[in-house]
């Protein structure tokens, strides 16, 4: 406690003495300076970047990590990093892919087209898209410090009770887990219902439910999903912080309690988890494919039915990540019907793909390649998700590699292709400029090759017997020529991912403005400016059709017919609160990490002092005037 | 830009070569080649499912390939093409055809899953198996001969093993690829499941469920015996040679008793106690291999009493590196001897 309060002052010093010497001017400074400007928006469009930003440097940090795990596994009996090192690395790698990498990138991509392809002006809750944003980085943060301050959570991103008790795995490496994983749902909780209020309440005049770009009903779903299904999470968390800090007993055998119930609350919030991650990645890969091919999204109703079904389904199923706890025939045979019945609208939707791109004018930029690459391999990872719903055949797949190749199929296949899709699709319409073709090409040709290298093969060495989360594997079992190929293929997708950083950079340092409209777009958000305006649009547009764009353009109209008349437009206010309060998270999550409860009590009350203060700010926001607006829109015509 | 198109080539060509490379190499334990009827079972299913699912992965592909290469933008061509909105036909054709498909395979599914789960009758005369996964070694208590072993699981071929599992500290999965699929160790629950091999040989066995810093190394073996030899062997296990026979031995039981009896068992022997939180050592000198990982030699055996820890990473069992040589050697011999 003493610690923390040197630790705050010396830091408060250390700011005031490195932004020019404690004085009047100094909150002036502050204010004026461009970080100040990120820290407190509450723009979606500049939100999207800092997700974006966030997710990629967790991406690279995982990466590392996987490259890591594929060095290790490079020849049989490696002793580069075993034992538990090996068993945190594995942890973290999933643990930050799922949670600080695909999570953020898709919340990025739905701050920045969403809002744009509803018509909407801001986010319903401005507020809390801020504040969803800093808990997800603080709960990034708070769990890669482990690596810092030494033991990383070493229990698998399932985090399975008792191997993650006290007592099997003592020290900080779960408490970590528990409180990163806390704090970021909170926030991720927060940007779903954000998403939910504002799909439902702020479509512009005409935009009906099915007139929404598929993107915005996926996103709608997945938060519907992050509604429902991160509260059995948040649960489970509590139960286990509870048993680690405070000496609970849910899950001891010896006192009464029972392991399995962190396995099914677990998988109530995981298995949703993998559709409120691979939705918004079809949805992404529906408009691109539609708006690449030039022709209106094949049966979009059934796509949207599709989607709302996958969504429902996916509660239904959790079990199957189940089937050799012995829970018997019954439940088995049960969930695995159920899980084989999702293949049935996901089905509806590849076709609806490819009869998308039947009869249209394909252009193969490198949007609409991720997007062509993710339809077989997406299906690949369908098929043995198929094959792994029958309970017999997954007492051999599961907990195999095996199943690493099925989710690395689904996940990267389906989700990273879709935000890569996702990424070069509306990177003009973040930053004004494109992301280079060329370059693009390169990376998804190295990405794609590294990937179909490193996890076809994993099928067969799951096969020839060699389970997931092993640090190592015996030279007799004939599995070395086999992991060696896996290993090079993840250089291979690294050298993708190096490319890309290059391609961010070299494109923003020839920043070539893209214009308005530069894939010939068809949704609305190709009808306003790039970089969009800070109020999106300057007059609400009226929707008439699905592709209310595209539609606009072929009668003959140059932009969106608006539907009131040009006048001042009232904005959000930035706000610091969300920063402070998101500190106060932190500081607590970091006490109860430390099993220091009076820092941790320290903490939350720092966040219930911020929210007492939010609570009667008297902040109506402000207006943007008319000749302001007339301006921005006469230089965006220019 | 042709120079791109030559090496996006020769890396395919080098994917290409690297799959087929791998398919020389000879798996030690194969889902694909069972040797039990557990494990055919289970192959069946994996079968029809993959025929099934290549059936349709090839549709996708056919349909995915012609409408790539029939389809792109050819340059100068800016028409629009027509609009279709969907086609009821279509939809309602890949709505009904998989739900046919998964029907397929959801019968068989259903039947082999309530088929596995089922108890041997009487009449099969099932070999019962208590197995208690501990971190991280395997225990088996042969309950109608009344003795205990530890890392090797000996059954008769052509006989049906039914298998009582649970576990004393975590979570483990008991898995033997080449003889069935896995099933969980759950502590303060016991599963149960039923194999069979129809081949004598050793079968490898792994855990597959994370169970802490040694688990990549928590191997076992299944030693499959005519019904003849393994009645010999459960013979040799009631009454084992245990007892000293050399002074070096002698000597090597006293060391015995002094450092590894409060952890470690050997039946028929004259120790004062049997320890039950470590392997059961009974007939060590006849196991194949040591903790289950390296092969049972004089050399390894005092690698692994020496440094258990760097062996296997976790390990419970305290290094003994500091026994003076003499000591370390009858212990050793001691440990040989054991038949």
Known sequence: ?638 | MSRGKHLGRLLFVFSMIALLMAGCEEPAKSVLDPQGSTGEEQLTLIKISIYIMAFVFAVVMVIFIYVLIRYRQKPGDDSIPEQVEGSTKLELLWTVIPIILLAILAVPTVATTFSLAEKPSEEEEALTVKVTAHQYWWEFEYEDYGFKTAQELHIPKDKKVYLKLTSRDVIHSFWVPALGGKTDLNPGQTNTMTIDAKKVGTYEGRCAELCGAGHALMNFEVVVDEEQKFDQWVAQRQEPSSQPQTAAQERGEEVFSQNCMSCHAIDGAELERKGNKAPNLTGFGERDKIAGVLENNDENLEKWLKHPDKVKPGSYMPSFDFLNEKDMKSLKAYLQSLE
């Open chain 1, 1 to 638: 406690m003493a610690t923390l309060v040197i630790l705050i002052v010396f830091a408060l010093f250390l700011t005031a003495i490195w932004t020019g010497g404690y004085d009047k001017q100094l909150l002036n400074r502050f204010r004026s300076h461009w970080l100040w400007d990120w820290i407190t928006t509450v723009d979606h469009k500049k939100i999207g970047i800092l997700y974006l930003i966030g997710g990629a440097f967790f991406f690279i940090i995982g990466g590392i990590e996987a490259l890591l795990i594929r060095i290790q596994l490079l020849v049989p009996n490696n002793d580069f990093m075993v034992g538990d090192t090996f068993n945190e690395l594995l942890s973290m790698h999933g643990t930050t892919m799922i949670f600080f990498v695909a999570m953020p990138l898709l919340f990025a991509l739905m701050n920045v087209a969403v809002p744009l392809q509803i018509g909407a002006r801001d986010v319903a809750f401005p507020f809390l898209n801020s504040l969803g944003f800093w808990l997800f980085l603080a709960g990034g943060i708070l769990m890669n410090l482990s690596w810092i301050f030494g033991n990383a959570p070493d229990a698998g991103w399932t985090n399975y009770v008792p191997i993650a008790s006290n007592e099997f795995s003592p020290g900080t490496g779960i408490d970590y887990y528990v409180l990163g994983l806390q704090i970021s749902g909170i926030g991720t909780t927060m940007g779903g219902i954000n998403f939910l209020v504002t799909i439902i309440n702020m479509r512009a005049p005409g935009m009906s439910l099915l007139r929404m770009p598929m993107f915005t009903w996926t996103s709608f779903v997945a938060s519907s999903l992050i509604l429902f299904g991160f509260p059995p999470l948040t649960a489970g968390l509590f139960l286990v912080m509870f048993e680690r800090l405070f000496g609970a007993n849910f899950f001891d055998v010896a006192m009464g309690g029972n392991p399995v119930i962190w396995q099914h609350l677990f998988w109530i919030f995981g298995h949703p988890e993998v559709y409120i991650v691979i939705l918004p990645a079809f949805g992404v890969m529906s408009d691109v494919i539609s708006n690449f091919s030039k022709k209106r999204l094949f049966g979009y109703t059934s796509m949207v039915f599709a989607t709302i079904l996958i969504g429902f389904l996916g509660f239904m199923v959790w079990a199957h990540h189940m089937f050799t706890v012995g829970m018997g025939p019954v439940a088995n045979s049960i969930f695995a019907v159920a899980t084989m019945a999702i293949a049935v609208p996901t089905g509806i939707k590849v076709f609806n793909w490819l009869f998308t791109m039947w009869g249209g004018k394909i252009r193969f930029t490198t949007a609409m390649l991720w997007a062509v690459g993710f339809i077989p391999t997406f299906v690949m990872g369908g098929v043995t998700g198929v094959m792994l719903a029958s309970p017999p055949a997954d007492y051999q797949y599961h907990d195999s590699y095996f199943v690493v190749a099925h989710f690395h199929y689904v996940l990267i296949g389906g989700t990273v292709f879709g935000i890569f899709a996702g990424l070069y699709y509306w990177w003009p319409k973040m930053f004004g400029h494109k992301l280079g073709e060329t370059l693009g090409k390169w990376h998804f040709g190295l990405f794609f090759i590294g990937f179909h290298l490193t996890f076809f093969i994993q099928h067969f060495i799951g096969l020839y017997g060699m389970p997931r989360r092993h640090f190592t594997y015996q030279p007799e079992d004939g599995l070395t020529t086999l992991n060696q190929i896996s290993t090079v293929g993840a250089f291979f997708m690294a050298a993708g991912t190096i490319v890309w950083l290059i391609n961010i950079i070299k494109s923003a340092r020839s920043a070539i403005p893209a214009g308005n409209d530069p894939w010939d777009g068809r949704t609305l958000e190709w009808a306003i400016s790039s970089p969009a305006p800070e109020y999106n649009f300057a007059q609400l547009p009226q929707v008439r059709s699905l592709d209310a764009f595209w539609f606009e353009k072929m009668e003959g109209n140059k932009k969106m017919i608006p539907a009131e008349p040009l006048g001042p437009i009232h904005m959000p206010s930035s706000t610091h609160w969300p920063f402070i309060m998101t500190i106060g998270f932190f500081i607590s999550g970091l006490g109860f990490v430390f099993r220091s409860l009076e820092v941790g009590v320290l903490g939350l009350i720092l966040v219930f002092l911020t929210m007492f203060i939010r609570s009667f700010e008297q902040d109506h926001g402000y207006h943007i005037e008319l000749d302001e607006i007339e301006k921005t829109e006469k230089g965006a015509n220019a």
